[in-house]
């Protein structure tokens, strides 16, 4: 059970996210969507405490997030990524062991075969030693879900994981998506452009800054709720 | 031939430095890699400009100047971030601004704490007459101590340096991870200032980095690679100093550069030339396979 109240950031005086609150049952995939600007990435970072938040508090399982975010698994937007970097889809899959290994040693055998099952579930197996950069869109958006799933964790952050893939990964990722919520785990994705898949989620967080819905396609999809965020009717 | 490269070891003081240039080449080759994957290189010329008002101060009071440089040079980083978080400036131009502070107010306080003792100019640009066996020292333990260091937390520093937001998510505490970076980079700052000074440590720092770069696909080749081509500019540069009586940074700093012009255009992969008549070739290929199949 993942619980965020009045959650509020603001950079230099102006407010990103003003007085956040809703939580999310375990096994649900939900969709964070809202315009551009809206602070959904934002949200997510002062979540998980990437950056400083004015007010809030977020708990997972009745404790502070903060304190376990061993059990956090987040995959940047790809803009934040520096693909040129010197780096095999191996070593980026095998960062994910990093916290359970521990300090000072190296990863076990088991490790490496959760790596090794994560590479085979997305696909990427026979790339693992090819550098991120000669990667396609797609593959690099794979690597990162391999990573993801590496972590073995039980609350899973997407920041806009559809941006440039091609129609293949989009498949895989939402058979992962469905996988991981048998399992049990919760799924937070952030999207401005839900086109045709609206129907995979179990709910969506509408925002633009603040909270504008909550709840299921139909209750948060409505007319006048899509006026209040984006000022005018359809999704673009 | 032989003699021209045994002929300066016969000098006392010439053996130290080479054994100083190829400690640094590796040194700077594998601290340069994090500066240049986190495209923080110009961080490295910050803190190296940085440490001279610490250089002063610490003659004055009569320290060890390498305490001196280290807390200047760790201030002038943390200077950086408290400007780049508290305004809405750009890292790049709060890094100009402390750049140029620091040095001016580095050379202020040599002339004010009649600190003149301090030769600006071997500081500047390196000096091999001035290596003695203590700096030997000093430079290997500083060496081994930050090879030691990034063995031990290779992967959380390639973590933190390929996603800092995926790292400190996932619970490492990245701000302790760059604090040692800096540290690192302040350290190795130190131990190079004698032989290329300070106004150009930046070209060893990122020079073998970059040039292994365009050879390799992985962080540790490109430390590794980087190092062999670090040793190579160093020694070489060392003897260029000795013969032709130039300072010895500027020196290394040119065989640096050489080098790196050298693979920018021959890399295998990646070489301006070797690109070219890849392409070329595969042009020609594909004529001949459209000739065959008019045929």
Redesign the interface.
Known sequence: MLQVQNLAVSY?GVCAVNSISFSIEPGKLVGVIGPNGAGKSTMI?AM???IGSSSGVVKFYSRPLKQQ??Q?????QRS???WD????VW??V???R??H?G??KE?SYQSKEIVKAALKRVGMWELQNR?IGELSGGQQQRVFLA?ALA?QAELL?FDEPFTAIDKKTEEIVFEIFFELKAQNKTLLVISHDLGENLSYYDRFLLMNKQMIADGSKSEVLTAVNLQKAYGHLTIQ | MLDFLIEPLSFEFMRHALAIAILLGILCSVVGSFLI?Q?MGMMGDVIAHSVLPGLSIAFFLGIDISIGAFIAGTLSALVVALIRSQS?LKVDTAMALVLSSFLALGVTLIKLLKTNKLDLHNILFGDILGVTPGDVWHTLAITITILLLVK??Y??L??Y???P????????PITWIYLGLIAAITLTVIASMQTVGVLLIISLLIGPGITA?LL????H??MGVGAVVGIIASVSGMYFSYYWDIPSGPAIVLVVFGLFLLTLLFSPSQGILTRLSATSRSAWIMQQLNYLKKR
Do not use: C
């Open positions: 230099q970072k998980l405490g990437l975010l061993k956090v698994a987040y995959v940047p934040q990524i520096d970097y010197p780096i095999t070593n980026v095998m960062m994910s990093t916290v290994t300090w000072f990863p550098q990573r972590q952050f | 994957v495209h809405r031990l937390f992967k959380e390639l973590f340096t390929f996603d937001l995926g790292a400190q998510a996932s619970g490492l770069y390799v696909k992985e962080l080749l490109m």
